[in-house]
């Protein structure tokens, strides 16, 4: 069955960096890309990018991308999430998810990791 | 790009009795092959989002057919025919072809 798992917890201070991995398992990793969502507590969703599994291609939101890198590595089926600058109104649960493998074509969004919680604070 | 609103914003129901929310669009949202992938998702408290309908009316794997999705012009409808305590949560309609993706704000579903 197809299973996306998300590293841990993260405690991060204001400026630093957080770099979260999901490790996809049960379908054929580079037929597909991985979204990334973030949801603050007691918020909405918000997503941040894509990045391809099939070719590395990204697409970030405009808010993020002089922030954020997504990345893929296919030998071991994790996608990657790296978000740099940190503030405090980043604490969020982060979530992978799994995503078409082409840029404008219509999304999945069938499949979400156990989510991240990022924890910004001094 | 196109904005979706949803309402009502939170939803008081009585189980065993249909519920309507609705997500509206400011423009048409037909891709162009022809197909409108309007999609809805569900969010119980403490999980991650699940899939429950795409392109506006058809149920994802495993969801209880009390669900179910329809159209009218640029307003789309989650209905649950018959309200259960675990459809208790939050529902999202989303654009899967807006590229970048932007999620209706979020319906609260509650007893």
């Known amino acids: 069955q197809v299973q996306l798992v998300q590293s841990g917890a993260e405690v991060k201070k204001p400026g630093a960096s957080v770099k979260v991995s999901c490790k996809a398992s049960?379908?054929?990793?580079?037929?597909?890309?991985v979204s990334w969502v973030r949801q603050a507590a007691g918020q909405g969703l918000e997503w941040m990018g894509w990045v391809s599994a099939y070719n590395g291609n990204t697409n970030y939101a405009q808010i993020f991308k002089t922030r954020v890198t997504m990345t893929t590595d296919s030998s071991t089926s994790t996608a990657y999430l790296e978000l740099r600058s940190l503030r405090s109104d980043d604490t969020a649960v982060y979530y992978c998810?799994?995503?078409?493998?082409?840029?404008?074509?219509?999304?999945?969004?069938?499949?979400w990791g156990q989510g991240t919680p990022v924890i910004v604070s001094t | 790009d196109v904005v979706l609103t949803q309402s009502p914003i939170s939803l008081p129901v009585t189980l065993g009795q249909p519920a309507y929310i609705s997500c509206r669009a400011t423009q048409s949202l037909e891709f162009s092959d022809g197909n409108t992938y309007l999609s809805w998702f569900q969010q119980r408290p403490g999980q991650s989002p699940r899939p429950l309908i795409y392109r506006i009316s058809n149920r994802d794997s495993g969801v209880p057919d009390r669900f179910s999705g329809s159209e009218s012009g640029t307003d789309f409808t989650l209905t649950i025919s018959r309200v259960e305590a675990e459809d208790v949560g939050v529902y999202y309609c989303v654009l899967a072809t807006q590229w970048p993706k932007t999620f209706g704000q979020g319906t609260r579903v509650e007893i």
């Open positions: 049960g379908y054929i990793f580079s037929h597909f890309g």
């Open positions: 998810v799994r995503d078409t493998f082409s840029f404008g074509a219509a999304s999945l969004l069938d499949y």
